[in-house]
């Protein structure tokens, strides 16, 4: 994809404005919150759910266990809260299993997903690896694009998906699991964090996943996507975020001077619930940032936004 895209190529195939529809609604996906808390999601690979459900984690966050039955060893993806009962869960499962735990990865520095990292490494005395230097740990190591874990005889490729957030990775396991963390999730849509996150960034990285070609989607929150409906799900996203920024442009036609928290009431509507005001926000935000880069939208000094020309 183009990065720097234009007004008019936003529009594209959706002339009307229309909110694109999520392919997944066509699914008989669980409900939110009835998700098994631990169950097998593919190849010795196990998701347990953390006891943190939110309206922005969802049914809680994933926690991923791959085992390689051979030599015994498991990595962990996103340890996710400080919480005894996870951790009772996780053991439980490296019991039935009969693994060791060697590593843990990171998606990303939100604490939903890294907050017992530190606790947990020195418990198990195994490393933390992420994307970003302060959060790596004792044997972990700093992540970059490319790097492949061996885990016995499978391997988790890194892929740099930033946008969530500047520090988020993706994982691909064996060539057939994609784990996304909050780049893509596993029922709704995710947000873009504001100022750490970047729209550019996060359509870039949408792209990039989309041309790794389907996969299986193992995602920070929610039920798992599958792959045969994985493409429309990373093209809905896409469709889904240009039709945020077209919202903008929108409302700023209609509204010439205007703040950032009006222009998300007048987006989002009455239906947000308040708790995802400030998170909506924060999209909006980082929408904002990207039309002003592109010089499309101009700020004063009272961060009031109205486009440019
Ligand atoms: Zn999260």
Do not use: C
Not at 128 to 157: N, Y
Not at 216 to 231: A, R
Not at 285 to 300: N, S
Request: no cysteine; hydrophobic share 40%.
């Amino acid at each position: 994809m183009s990065s720097k895209l234009k007004v008019g190529q936003l529009v594209m195939g959706n002339p009307q404005n229309l909110n694109p529809v999520d392919p997944r609604e066509k699914l008989d996906l669980p409900s939110l919150g009835s998700m098994p808390q631990i169950s097998g999601v593919g190849t010795s690979i196990v998701r347990i759910i953390a006891p943190n459900a939110s309206h922005m984690t969802l049914d809680g966050t994933n926690t991923y266990l791959i085992s390689d039955p051979i030599s015994g060893s498991a990595v962990m993806i996103d340890p996710g809260p400080d919480s005894d009962s996870h951790l009772n869960s996780v053991r439980q499962v490296l019991i039935a299993h009969q693994v060791e735990l060697v590593g843990i990865l990171l998606t990303h520095h939100h604490l939903d997903h890294s907050e017992t990292a530190a606790k947990w490494a020195n418990l198990f005395g195994v490393g933390v690896s992420a994307r970003r230097e302060k959060l790596v740990l004792g044997p972990g190591k700093l992540l970059v694009e490319g790097d492949i874990i061996q885990l016995g005889s499978r391997h988790l490729q890194v892929i740099e998906t930033p946008g969530h957030v500047d520090d988020h990775l993706g994982f691909i396991i064996d060539d057939e699991f994609l784990f996304t963390g909050d780049h893509i999730l596993g029922r709704s849509t995710s947000v873009i964090s504001y100022p750490d996150g970047n729209v550019e960034k996060y359509l870039d990285s949408l792209a990039k996943v989309k041309q790794i070609g389907p996969r299986t989607i193992l995602p920070g929150h929610g039920p798992v996507v599958s792959e045969s409906i994985s493409t429309e799900v990373i093209d809905y996203y896409i469709a889904h975020r240009l039709y945020r920024i077209e919202q903008i442009i929108s409302q700023l036609e209609a509204n010439p001077v205007i703040g950032s928290d009006d222009l998300t009431r007048l987006i989002y509507g009455d239906a947000l619930p308040e708790p995802l005001f400030l998170p909506a926000m924060q999209s909006t935000r980082a929408a904002l940032k990207y039309l002003l880069e592109i010089g499309q939208v101009e700020a004063d000094n009272r961060g009031r936004y109205r486009l440019s020309g």
